[in-house]
């Protein structure tokens, strides 16, 4: 009768032991993001960065999201006119020289791209514009945020370029724009509960271990 209470007591033990090192294992992450998060500030000081010297481009997105919440991002750009200023400037370089890396005379279609690290985009890479009409071409996207902080897209152009009889391709960035992403927590246990599990089952299997050989 006096072994029972040291057995239950070790028993309890090795019952609390992986309890307690889920919880810090759990905790401690997400009170760093918090931390740094709380430390970046909830709103960026500059939403939106424009690359280049347009005054046509439009673009609609929110300064702030919450992780894992999608959004919607449209891009309208005045191509037209956004391809007679660079070809203008292209013309007036000096021989030898290239504005923007670019030579010759840029075609009137581009596409254009989002990325984000911290993002998923339901569209990749270079896309057409969804429509074009007018000379004013237009982008959309449905971002989904994976991690939360200040976090950055980046808005790029494709051109096609023609000097003389070579035609290349030319990747221009057009714009950044800054999002502040407020971390959702009960989503993210949604999202990776079986880690959760992975972490609850591994100091059992431990201990289990430890007792069969101990035995």
Same mark, same amino acid.
């Given at each position: 009768m006096r072994n029972s209470e040291p057995e239950s007591s070790g028993l309890n033990f090795n019952l609390i032991m992986p309890a307690a090192l889920l919880l810090v294992l759990l905790i401690v992450p997400f009170s760093i $993001? +918090?931390? &740094?998060?709380?430390? +970046?500030?909830?709103? =960026?000081? $500059?939403?939106?960065?424009?690359?280049l010297p347009v005054d046509s481009a439009s673009l609609t997105m929110p300064s702030s999201a919450r992780q894992y919440e999608s959004f919607d991002v449209a891009l309208n750009l005045e191509t037209k006119h956004l391809v007679k200023?660079? $070809?203008?400037?292209? *013309?007036?370089? +000096?021989?030898?020289? +290239?504005?923007?890396?670019?030579?010759?005379?840029?075609?009137?279609?581009?596409?254009?791209?989002?990325?984000?690290?911290?993002?998923?985009i339901d569209r990749t890479g270079p896309l057409d514009p969804v429509s074009d009409y007018g000379g004013t071409a237009s982008w959309r996207?449905?971002?989904t945020p994976e991690s939360s902080g200040n976090q950055v897209l980046t808005f790029q152009l494709?051109? &096609?370029?023609?000097? $003389?009889?070579?035609?290349?391709?030319?990747? &221009?960035?057009?714009?950044?724009?800054n999002v502040a992403v407020e971390s959702n927590w009960s989503e993210g246990f949604k999202r990776h509960w079986y880690w959760i *599990?992975?972490?609850?089952?591994? =100091?059992?299997a431990v201990i289990v271990g430890l007792r069969r050989r101990m035995a």
């Open positions: $993001n +918090s931390f &740094l998060h709380f430390m +970046s500030g909830k709103r =960026p000081a $500059n939403p939106v960065v424009m690359k200023f660079l $070809n203008e400037l292209i *013309a007036t370089a +000096s021989e030898g020289t +290239s504005i923007l890396g670019i030579t010759g005379v840029i075609a009137p279609n581009m596409r254009a791209e989002v990325i984000g690290e911290d993002f998923e996207w449905r971002v494709h051109l &096609l370029t023609q000097d $003389n009889a070579q035609v290349g391709a030319k990747i &221009l960035e057009l714009a950044e724009a *599990a992975l972490l609850l089952l591994m =100091p059992l």
